[in-house]
């Protein structure tokens, strides 16, 4: 047989079995967790300088909160995996801190330190369908977790991209739970009450969260924000009821 022959038949072979080790290669890319939690954190033109840090100074205090740590300690594997993005217009959300997998105090620390440090950013409309979609990208990059978790914080209602149901029905079906934070303003704009619009903490009830175990969390203001978001990521953890939320909740 020509040596040129063998070589075709080779590289033939090769061709076909390169599918099969990017495949194998992939699944042993990511890394088994307790849950894979995405943050996604409204920057839209209703979220002032002022609102925004105090939403990132919120999540950065969650992650120092000792609380937190022993509840990822709790878990089968001990270990979790947080990413956070901010979004705001359909074409607009933003990885401030990448993938990071999470097991004690001292990585909780690490990742509180990104969020610190990451860029502080405002845009101008409320994509919550455009934020859900990118959200449920995000999974399965890194980590592989037995449960997936987007936890969607805002203060308004979709207003640019797809309709909202599209993009969640779309999460639900691929296993995503969905959970809320919604931020009530005490003093909503007349146009607001004229257009019908509803509360935000309804409409996060009745067209945002959704899947198994879902829940919706309600700040009273930006002020009450960091108590807020530290008791939803705790719950959001934990892998059943027990002491540690009853303390989250205290």
């Not at 992939?26 to 894979?36: G, K, L, M, Y």
């Not at 004690?104 to 990742?111: K, L, P, T, V």
């Not at 700040?219 to 953890?237: D, H, L, N, T």
Request: net charge negative; glycine share 10%; proline share 5%.
């Amino acid at each position: 047989m020509s040596r040129i022959l063998l070589s075709r038949r080779s590289v033939l072979a090769a061709g076909l079995a390169a599918p099969a080790l990017i495949a194998a290669r992939s699944a042993h890319a990511t890394e088994e967790v307790d849950v894979e939690l995405v943050l996604a954190v409204d920057v839209s033109r209703s979220v002032d300088a002022e609102e925004m840090e105090m939403q990132m100074a919120g999540y950065a205090a969650a992650f120092r909160d000792p609380r937190l740590a022993e509840g990822i300690a709790g878990g089968p594997l001990g270990a979790i995996a947080v990413t956070l993005f901010v979004w705001s217009d359909w074409n607009i959300q933003h990885v401030l801190v990448p993938w990071m997998r999470l097991d004690g105090a001292a990585s909780c620390a690490r990742f509180a330190a990104a969020v610190d440090g990451a860029s502080r950013e405002t845009y101008l409309y409320t994509s919550i369908s455009g934020a859900i979609s990118f959200a449920a990208q995000q999974f399965g990059t890194r980590f592989s977790g037995t449960r997936q978790v987007v936890d969607v914080s805002g203060d308004g209602v979709n207003n640019s991209g797809p309709p909202l149901a599209g993009a969640r029905d779309a999460a639900l079906a691929q296993g995503i739970v969905l959970n809320g934070l919604a931020v009530l303003d005490r003093t909503p704009q007349p146009s607001a009450l004229l257009a019908g619009i509803p509360p935000v903490d309804d409409y996060y009830r009745d067209q945002v969260i959704g899947g198994p175990g879902a829940f919706l969390m309600v700040a009273e203001g930006y002020g009450a924000f960091q108590g807020a978001v530290r008791r939803k990521i705790i719950r959001e953890i934990a892998t059943a009821p027990g002491p540690l939320l009853e303390r989250a909740f205290a």
